[in-house]
T-cell receptor
Framework: EPEVTQTPSHQVTQMGQEVILRCVPISNHLYFYWYRQILGQKVEFLVS????????KSEIFDDQFSVERPDGSNFTLKIRSTKLEDSAMYFC????????????FGPGTRLTVT | SQELEQSPQSLIVQEGKNLTINCTSSKTLYGLYWYKQKYGEGLIFLMM?????EEKSHEKITAKLDEKKQQSSLHITASQPSHAGIYLCGAALDAGSQGNLIFGKGTKLSVKP
């Protein structure tokens, strides 16, 4: 069964460093998303991406964050100048057609900023 | 502000018992998603409901969306230890949404053997 994959499963970085989180969405899906979940809190939407551009983003997704689809299979989230409060589980998700379609999540990358 | 309320926050049931988890919004839900999450892991898709009055079932889990599309319930029949986990409801609250979902805080389910 097709699934969303994410690497790495756990990333530890020092404050101020840049990290890139990687995702491989399900192959025939066209909409891609990043969410985050700070420990003990709700899952929060960060950004959606369609047709090689951002379609929606939340207030959390500021200039510190960027997304890219560098090739036909990968979808990345870059976090520049990481802060302690960026420590969270980051989930990638994909959907065949966006709203009103099933949205599948990856296993997540746990980011720890020290 | 709390846009999706889940109740109860946690639930402990004896194996074999039925249970219901609720998800309520003050706004119309344009797509209601149910996921299961084990602590520290990813979200496993369970079901998606769109139309008012819609009901879907998979194995022993049934989800319903009310006619007004502001409340959904997830019902588990004859619970098993494998049903234990955190159940999350997520929803699009905007008719023009590209699929960005708002989530509730989750309901932690424990099933005693």
């Amino acid at each position: 069964e097709p699934e969303v994959t994410q690497t790495p499963s756990h990333q530890v970085t020092q404050m101020g460093q840049e990290v890139i989180l990687r995702c491989v969405p399900i192959s025939n899906h066209l909409y891609f998303y990043w969410y985050r979940q700070i420990l003990g809190q709700k899952v929060e939407f960060l950004v959606s991406f369609y047709n090689n551009e951002i379609s929606e983003k939340s207030e959390i997704f500021d200039d510190q964050f960027s997304v890219e689809r560098p090739d036909g299979s990968n979808f990345t989230l870059k976090i520049r100048s990481t802060k302690l409060e960026d420590s969270a589980m980051y989930f990638c998700a994909s959907s065949e057609q966006g709203a009103s379609y099933e949205q599948y999540f990856g296993p997540g990358t746990r980011l720890t900023v020290t | 502000s709390q846009e999706l309320e889940q109740s109860p926050q946690s639930l402990i049931v004896q194996e074999g018992k039925n249970l219901t988890i609720n998800c309520t919004s003050s706004k119309t839900l344009y797509g209601l998603y149910w996921y299961k999450q084990k602590y520290g892991e990813g979200l496993i898709f369970l079901m998606m409901l769109q139309k008012g009055g819609e009901e879907k079932s998979h194995e022993k889990i049934t989800a319903k969306l009310d006619e007004k599309k502001q409340q959904s319930s997830l019902h588990i029949t004859a619970s098993q230890p494998s049903h234990a986990g955190i159940y999350l409801c997520g929803a699009a609250l905007d008719a023009g949404s590209q699929g960005n979902l708002i989530f509730g805080k989750g309901t932690k389910l424990s099933v005693k053997p």
